[in-house]
């Protein structure tokens, strides 16, 4: 006799979508904003990569280094980044949300949204970052955004720091090497906390923290990543984050901050143990993240390859009492699909969201390289669970797509659904068959945004397609695709409800 399976999501369940402040909300200069890390990337495609821009102070020489260069091997000696002539910025527009901010949630609530995540762009708060003082436009900004969303019932998830640091912050202390950059942030945070208080419930500290592992300069603006930089880098962002913890509790007990990590399963290419082993030691560089920020302690594997690279870091004997008794209350993370991975020779490779892999027979790919995969939420969740029991929440998930605006002025996004249905299937029977906490689902750029990993616009994700194109020129306005009526109805039927 088979177990009678549950169709619908639980009812507290938190159903919304994702952007982030760099990508998204623009007025790059305005308000009292500082420049962010963010703000020196160009423009790119999939073929092409986004470029720091960057300038030599005393030879008056320019140029750009590649962001995946940068995240290798820095950049050139005497070289700062820095905004320059004759490029384009995909940040310092975005796609508006500052001036759109009540337009856009007025769409999200017509979808039924029970939550938005959104970012807070530090730069805005604490235009150098180590400022004395906030700067009152952009609080008063971000509380303007609150109330909006108060007014329709929608719960606010904020990251507080979403691939961006502010610039003054890696020209003059080299980005998150410094220790000095736990008591910025962690004024920032308190600051940020204090101010929203009763408005925001929930907060992330950094996102996809463990994209320091290849991305530091926008994972932490590092400048120079040698593998030392990068794991003090990271024990810095770790005792900030459990210091936001202990802060948040000493503020408001209801306050609950996660942490925000990129996860996607990785399967191998063939039995040979020497692929498993492979998956392993890869994983291993994703879940010393969270073993370290959820768990609450520094792995014996990470312990381990530091003593093997020499690798020494500043650190304190309270850091790890911080670690331990204030890890995070959530585990929340990035999942697009998954990746296949081995140690042969094999013809193709697929390269989506800055991972490559070899490409999986199993599954079909978009332009991109992009794999969708019917089962990767229920395994993510299901492992993510069982190692940490904690509760759980998919912040990220989505698939990009050169949507067209069709000869009757719609946008019929089928693809999307058809993903969408797929990974709705997998996390809720992570929940109704395995028993897996999960607390919500954010879908990510559910209005248009910038693509974080190729500047591009034509790469869309979202509900809402914003007229913009990748040099920046278009209408901005809004118009909601066929995914946007699809997702209504499955939030009205809680999640029971997925045809089309």
Known sequence: MGRKIMAKFPKEFLWGGATAANQYEGAYLEGGKGLSTSDVLTNGSHTEPRRVTWKNPDTGETGTTSFFEIGQKGLPNGAVPAVLDGYYYPSHEATDFYHHYQEDIKLMAEMGFKTFRLSINWARIFPNGDDQ????????????????????GIEPLVTLSHYETPLALAINYGGWVDRSL???????????????????KYYLTFNEINCMEFMPFMAGGVTDPTPQNKAQAAHNQFVASSLTVK????????????QM????PRYTYTCDPKDQLLVMEEMQDTFFYSDVQTGGYYPNYRLKYYEREGIKLDDRPEDYDLIKNYSADFLSFSCYGSTTVTTHEVDGNDGGNFIMGVKNPYLKTNAWGWATDPAV???????????????LWIVENGIGWADQVSEDGKIHDDY??????ENIS???????????????????????????GTGEMRKRYGFVYVDKDDEGKGTL???????????????ASQGEDLTN
């Open 133 to 152: 003082k906030p700067n009152e436009e952009g609080l008063a900004f971000y509380e303007k955004v609150f109330q909006e969303l108060k007014k329709y």
């Open 182 to 200: 736990i008591d910025f942030f962690v004024n920032y945070a308190t600051t940020v906390m204090k101010r929203y208080k009763g408005l925001v």
């Open 247 to 258: 802060a948040a509790r000493e503020i408001d007990p209801e306050i609950k901050v996660g």
């Open 261 to 264: 990590l990129a996860y996607g």
């Open 377 to 391: 939420l229920r395994l993510a969740l299901n492992t993510l669970y069982d190692r940490y029991r904690k509760p």
């Open 416 to 421: 999307r659904i058809e993903y969408l249905q």
């Open 426 to 452: 997998s996390m809720r029977d992570a929940i109704t068959i395995d028993g897996v906490d999960l607390m919500g689902y954010t879908m990510w750029g559910c209005i248009d945004l910038v693509s974080a």
């Open 477 to 491: 306005a809004r118009t909601p695709k066929d995914s946007f009526y699809w997702y209504k109805k499955v939030i």
